[in-house]
């Protein structure tokens, strides 16, 4: 592979899901198994909004853990080489969206966004792009650290 095409820095970005499968199975299991007798028993003393209420919480939880899970499938990848810096973002509907920057104009900037959080953008020629937004404030400092350090390095080695 040539000089030009070895990638100076290269970082897969994705939403951190701290709930798996499997503990999701745990937790709805759990509320199922704790609801249903107190389900029947509502059931049996008259009470029958109960259950359907009861139901219609567990089928909430069920649709919104399964929002949650797609939307963890977003990925960001940034690739740089000394001559271009390459985004690509894969949505969870399966869509690539791709973005080329020249490394010579391209700006880091993380900016404040409010209290404790930030964003991170690059921007070049009026463009903007901003990438990270799922990751926590700390991540955005640490990629945008990595990424200012290769991009002095591709700058460098360029000249």
């Given at each position: 592979?040539?000089?030009?095409?070895?990638?100076?820095?290269?970082?897969?970005?994705?939403?951190?899901?701290?709930?798996?499968?499997?503990?999701?199975?745990?937790?709805?299991?759990?509320?199922?198994?704790?609801?249903?007798?107190?389900?029947?028993?509502?059931?049996?003393?008259?009470?029958?909004?109960?259950?359907?209420?009861?139901?219609?919480?567990?089928?909430?939880?069920?649709?919104?853990?399964?929002?949650?899970?797609?939307?963890?499938?977003?990925?960001?990848?940034?690739?740089?080489?000394?001559?271009?810096l390459r985004v690509e973002r894969r949505m969870p509907n399966g869509a690539v969206?791709?973005?080329?920057?020249?490394?010579?104009?391209v700006r880091v900037v993380l900016a404040d966004a409010r209290a404790g959080d930030?964003?991170?953008?690059?921007?070049?020629?009026?463009?903007?792009?901003?990438?990270?937004?799922?990751?926590?404030?700390?991540?955005?400092?640490?990629?945008?650290?990595?990424?200012?350090?290769?991009?002095?390095?591709?700058?460098?080695?360029?000249?």
């Amino acid at each position: 592979m040539s000089e030009a095409h070895d990638p100076l820095f290269h970082a897969d970005l994705w939403p951190h899901r701290s709930l798996r499968p499997s503990g999701a199975a745990v937790a709805f299991g759990l509320y199922a198994l704790l609801a249903l007798p107190i389900a029947v028993q509502a059931a049996l003393y008259g009470f029958w909004p109960i259950p359907i209420l009861m139901a219609l919480t567990l089928g909430g939880m069920l649709v919104a853990y399964g929002v949650n899970r797609r939307g963890g499938r977003v990925l960001e990848r940034l690739e740089l080489t000394s001559r271009a810096l390459r985004v690509e973002r894969r949505m969870p509907n399966g869509a690539v969206q791709r973005w080329r920057f020249t490394p010579g104009w391209v700006r880091v900037v993380l900016a404040d966004a409010r209290a404790g959080d930030n964003r991170l953008t690059l921007t070049e020629s009026g463009r903007r792009l901003t990438v990270g937004d799922f990751l926590s404030p700390g991540e955005r400092r640490e990629v945008a650290d990595a990424l200012k350090a290769a991009l002095a390095k591709a700058r460098s080695t360029s000249a």
